[in-house]
């Protein structure tokens, strides 16, 4: 994405232009006067991820304003500043159409079921109703600017239908190329088919030419007699810019200020979204037993928690709240005393120097997602411990445990071992701490959003120049039988 590039003269790779298609845009809207609006840069792992695409490859952004408009007028008006102002496109959708669509399809119904939670799953037909209407939307928005020959990249489960719909838009002979990446995992088929619109949701999918993941089999499908590439690309950061960020004075003054505050003791500190998914009371209660049967840890060891504030007008959300604030409350109380407060619990959003500067300061990190992407913030730490050589307990069922071997493997359900993974980590020696510090980072530095955005893209534009050839990750070796699906007998697998 570029400053003043607009619809009418879209990037290029080549002869191909990379239009990019997402939920939401990249920036934060707010409106300061009639008709005119101020945007921020927004947050989250997609805009991170992307950010380091950005510097080194041009493409428009499609995504939703979430912003309730008055009248036209102020539609063109947004829709001309953001083409001038962000390279974005503008996708409206009507406000109910939006919110059953986001919060009553996409965070209700498809959220809970990739994650494993299959009690949360509520189908509403109301609210799929609109889901097919917000990706018809979509589809609409961006065929008026599709060009013969575009690199078309879709991304997450909000918009899974979009590929299907968008050749329907544009015709059977349309050349562009699809990918699509989802930002999560995808559910095993005997979670996957009690969504009763299954077939709707995986048919959109695979009307794609690309499908990647941060955990998949490197495997193609064949559907509707044609070949659909399937491929893992773990997702990355930008690790430069945080360590421009920490030779930043502020920062650095920041960082002197927390390690006064901690004199003496270890930190270990988690940063989440107070979602159900991201293990925090699994979290809290590991750190309970850690000072319950290692005494001598209490009041040399704290826990700082922060838990980044999300859909709390959810039921399920409050629930959550209610329990990770009682579970702070008893600890607190367990442990604590004047001169020493166990979990310093930040229920807010911090300020990215505040990030950084309380990464660097820590010892410990944990992440304890019971099912999760990638999760960045382990990527994160990593890049703030060049000094510390901080220890990174890590879920097993976040995506990055793949990629960081010199973490210690936890299951976030079994608190003994949790326990005993935090009481490793705090007594781990200087020697090994390097050692796991430098296969970590050696991985950071070198798998960065950028490349993660070049490979998927150039991956994409190889498919479009070269479609009968093997993918780049089945040329050393023999590619196997594509996979087909019999829709006669769908039960949310392939055979």
């Known amino acids: 994405m570029s400053k003043n590039t607009s619809s009418a003269s879209l990037a290029t790779l080549g002869d191909s232009r990379l239009l990019l298609v997402s939920n939401r845009l990249p920036v934060a809207i707010k409106r300061t006067a009639p008709s005119t609006f101020a945007f921020t840069p927004g947050s989250g792992g997609l805009i991170s991820g992307l950010s380091g695409l950005s510097k080194s490859t041009e493409f428009v952004w499609y995504g939703w304003p979430a912003l309730e408009l008055d009248g036209e007028e102020e539609k063109v008006a947004l829709r001309e500043q953001l083409a001038e102002d962000c390279g974005a496109v503008p996708v409206y959708l009507d406000g109910e159409v939006g919110e059953k669509y986001y919060n009553g399809f996409s965070n209700s119904i498809l959220w809970p079921l990739i994650h494993y939670h299959p009690g949360e799953v509520v189908f509403a037909e109301e609210a799929w109703v609109a889901y097919q209407a917000a990706n018809r939307e979509f589809a609409r928005v961006v065929?008026?600017?599709?060009?013969?020959?575009?690199?078309?990249?879709?991304?997450?489960?909000?918009?899974?239908?979009l590929p299907a719909m968008l050749r329907e838009e544009l015709g059977p002979d349309f050349n562009i190329k699809i990918g699509f990446f989802l930002h999560t995992p995808f559910p095993s088929s005997e979670i996957y088919r009690i969504l009763p619109v299954r077939k709707e949701i995986l048919s959109g999918v695979l009307h794609s030419d690309l499908i990647g993941g941060l955990q998949t089999t490197m495997r193609n499908v064949t559907f509707k007699n044609r070949t659909v590439n399937v491929g893992a690309f773990p997702i990355g950061i930008q690790p430069e810019r945080f360590a421009q960020t920490l030779s930043e004075e502020g920062v650095r003054k920041r960082i002197l200020e927390l390690q006064r505050t901690f004199k003496r003791r270890q930190v270990m500190v988690g940063v989440?979204?107070?979602?159900?998914?991201?293990?925090?009371?699994?979290?809290?209660?590991?750190f309970e037993q850690f000072l319950t049967e290692h005494p001598e840890y209490v009041g040399k060891v704290v826990l700082v928690q922060v838990a980044i504030p999300t859909r709390g007008e959810v039921e399920e959300y409050q629930n959550l709240r209610a329990l990770v604030n009682e579970l702070v409350g008893r600890i607190n109380g367990k442990f604590g005393s004047i001169e020493y407060t166990p979990i310093h619990f930040m229920h807010q959003t911090v300020s990215f120097e505040e990030l950084l500067a309380l990464y660097a300061v820590s010892d410990v990190c944990i992440v304890a997602s019971t099912r999760d992407g990638m999760n960045l913030v382990s990527f994160e730490y990593i890049a703030c411990q060049a000094a510390r050589h901080g220890i990174m307990i890590l879920s097993e069922f976040a995506g990055s445990a793949e990629s960081l071997a010199g973490s210690i493997i936890v299951n976030p359900w079994d608190t003994d071992a949790m326990a005993r993974a935090m009481e490793a980590a705090v007594k781990m020696g200087?020697?090994?701490?390097?050692?796991?510090?430098e296969s970590m980072n050696a991985y950071v530095q070198n798998n960065t959003s950028a490349f993660w955005g070049r490979s998927f893209v150039k991956e994409l534009k190889r498919i479009q120049t070269e479609p009968e050839s093997s993918p780049w990750w089945l040329r050393l070796g023999g590619e196997p039988s594509p996979v087909k699906i019999d829709w006669r007998n769908y039960d949310g697998g392939a055979s």
């Open 143 to 161: 065929a008026r600017d599709v060009r013969e020959g575009d690199l078309i990249w879709i991304h997450d489960f909000h918009l899974m239908l």
């Open 430 to 437: 200087e020697e090994e701490r390097k050692e796991r510090f």
């Open 272 to 286: 989440d979204r107070l979602d159900y998914v991201k293990g925090v009371p699994q979290k809290l209660k590991a």
